[in-house]
């Protein structure tokens, strides 16, 4: 159970500031100790430095993030589009500094195919709402979307999320001052249902309301027991074109037609990406994090007036084929990159 906002406020924000302090003050014994401990494993393993670095610099944007919001609140004179607006600002510099900050530690690059810059998509840029559908898989998914929504495209991204994220301070205070929603893990799929439709209904043309179909990382168990509840409940269509995607999980399609219901007059935005798919676990992160990670992204719009509003079988029909689309682009990424690594190996020429 989350603890009430004001013990949040009082004891959680306060610790992470406290903690923010302490690593910063103690941070050359802990370089220290993970360069001495890394020497013990081969190159590619030696992550431990770098883990070290970034840590303390999410610390140190969470606190500064902390001091504004408290800054902004203690001003609060202005009204509240300029209120959001200051609060929008404020995420976008934060996660661009993270953002930067992946780049330098890890090496991250991040590829984004767009569509073609025809007069009809430049039209549609901040012209009107759109609802995005994302696969959801990798470590920062959403940040990078949110990242991208915010810093390159000028969206405003809403989002549904669980209640549990708010143990996070800064996210949970600037987040709660904006048109978003923290949906309790018991509260079930219909509550989840209303606060997308709620936050999709009141979108104006800047507003990008962010769902994740498929409700999770992809596992292989977590396809296999998606498709067994698909035929379970007799629905053999959808449980067959599941099957013949490999690389995500069914899409669970009530989110996004409550969206695309509540907001007729919104644009729906296809977002694909892999790079680092395997990487699901903080485990997972430690183990098995390249050198160099990189991110390959694709995004489409469909226009409004294409989005099937007929009736749900047709919006559930239309939905999976623009999960396949995604299912086959990643596999073509894979395909692309095994070629590439066997060009580029010696003999591979």
Not at 158 to 176: C, G, W
Not at 238 to 261: F, S, V, Y
Not at 287 to 300: E, G, H, K, S, V
Not at 303 to 332: F, G, K, N
């Amino acid at each position: 159970m989350i603890p009430p906002r004001i013990v949040r406020r009082i004891v959680l924000a306060p610790l992470v500031i406290v903690v923010t302090v302490v690593v910063l003050v103690t941070l050359p014994l802990w370089l220290l100790v993970t360069f001495g401990a890394s020497l013990r494993l081969p190159p590619p393993q030696r992550r431990g430095l770098r883990f070290v670095w970034f840590g303390a610099a999410w610390l140190t944007l969470e606190s500064a993030v902390l001091i504004a919001c408290l800054g902004l609140w203690l001003s609060g004179a202005f009204g509240r589009a300029r209120r959001q607006e200051r609060h929008y600002a404020l995420i976008r510099w934060f996660l661009a500094k993270v953002y930067a900050a992946a780049v330098r530690i890890f090496r991250l690059t991040v590829d984004v195919e767009e569509p073609a810059p025809t007069a009809q998509e430049r039209a549609a840029r901040l012209s009107r709402p759109v609802v995005v559908l994302s696969r959801h898989a990798g470590p920062g998914d959403s940040f990078l979307l949110i990242y991208h929504l915010l810093a390159v495209y000028g969206r405003h991204p809403r989002i549904v999320m669980k209640a549990a994220l708010q143990y996070d301070p800064s996210l949970d205070v600037v987040v709660n001052r904006l048109p978003n929603a923290f949906v309790p893990r018991r509260s079930g799929r219909e509550r989840v249902i209303e606060e997308i439709r709620r936050l999709s209904a009141t979108m104006d043309d800047r507003d990008a309301l962010v769902i994740f179909p498929e409700g999770g990382n992809f596992t292989p168990r977590r396809r296999r027991l998606a498709i067994r509840r698909l035929e379970d409940k007799g629905l053999a269509e959808e449980a067959e074109r599941a099957r013949g995607m490999t690389h995500l999980l069914p899409p669970r399609p009530n989110g996004a037609i409550a969206a695309i219901t509540a907001c007729p007059e919104a644009d729906v935005v296809f977002v694909a990406h892999t790079g680092l798919d395997d990487l699901v676990t903080i485990g997972d992160v430690w183990r098995r994090l390249p050198y160099a990670a990189r991110i390959t992204a694709r995004w489409w719009r469909v226009p409004a007036a294409e989005v099937p509003r007929d009736d749900r079988e047709s919006q559930v029909r239309w939905l999976y084929s623009h999960w396949e689309e995604i299912d086959a682009w990643i596999t073509a990424q894979g395909e692309r990159s095994r070629r590439d690594q066997a060009e580029g190996a010696p003999g591979g020429r």
